[in-house]
């Protein structure tokens, strides 16, 4: 047993894995940007070139207890696909369980499925969908694909026999609840609602500095507020598929994991 509350990823996996420095989808509250220009990795300049780590690609792996989550850092995209191949089937073949969380562009999807088609009981997707709102997202996710294609991914990705997911974290408007009824008929797994954490001091050391993206950032937070976020809770607590991260839980009084990679 763990005494420190876990959050963020390891709520969901035990490790970690990565082979990228840099994402071409250069999110506005990217967490892994904001790590990335802290510790002088990237800037803001060049965060969108996406460099490979190849000692991290060149890496084997080993059969561990617990999920591993590929990527947490960086996205999969068009570019870095058959590299992304590789790394996953080193990630499991070994007999590990994977949580593959993208940001999906159909191809992409596609192309996983194909490929990893024998694997189907070792890995879960999980979509990341902010928005039902494609404009909502562009705002936020500049270079990452429209909530159509997304929803087409997860579709096919569901359809194809894969178990799936996704995740709403960070909730980027007022309309979760529609989002969820949309998208729980092609869910198999869960769909994890969470706030946008430190949205604020991101922005502002990825460089987003600018008044229309501090307006954005305020409204969100301020439609974050407790009230409605007990609104939200209220609506859909009783949906088995709904799961809900730390920053929703501290507001609506469930328990904090205490255990890594539980995925609960």
Not at 39 to 51: G, I, V
Not at 120 to 141: C, P, V
């Amino acid at each position: 047993m763990n005494n420190k509350t876990i959050f963020g990823t390891y709520e969901w996996a035990f490790k970690n894995a990565n082979f990228i420095n840099g994402c071409s989808h250069n999110c506005l509250y990217c967490y892994s940007k904001e790590m990335a220009i802290r510790y002088k990795r990237k800037t803001t300049k060049n965060w969108e070139k996406e460099e490979i780590n190849f000692a991290q690609l060149n890496k084997t792996f080993k059969k561990i207890d617990g999920t591993i989550m590929f990527p947490s850092s960086h996205d999969i995209t068009p570019a870095n696909l058959d590299k992304s191949i590789e790394f996953l089937k080193k990630l499991i073949i070994p007999g590990n369980k994977v949580l593959i969380v993208s940001k999906p562009h159909l191809i992409v999807i596609k192309r996983l499925c194909k490929e990893l088609s024998n694997y189907k009981k070792d890995m879960l997707f999980r979509f990341t969908i902010g928005s039902i709102d494609t404009q909502t997202l562009k705002s936020w996710e500049p270079n990452a694909p429209t909530f159509e294609e997304r929803f087409s991914a997860l579709k096919y990705a569901f359809k194809s026999g894969f178990k799936t997911s996704v995740s709403c974290e960070p909730m980027l408007d007022n309309k979760t609840f529609q989002l969820v009824k949309k998208l729980e008929p092609y869910v198999s797994d869960s769909i994890w609602l969470g706030k946008a954490n430190f949205l604020l001091r991101r922005l502002k050391m990825n460089g987003n500095k600018s008044t229309k993206a501090l307006k954005l950032a305020t409204d969100l937070l301020d439609s974050q507020n407790e009230a409605n976020i007990n609104e939200l809770y209220n609506l859909l607590k009783h949906n088995k598929k709904v799961k809900w991260k730390e920053s929703i839980k501290k507001i609506v009084n469930l328990d904090l994991a205490q255990v890594k990679g539980l995925d609960k």
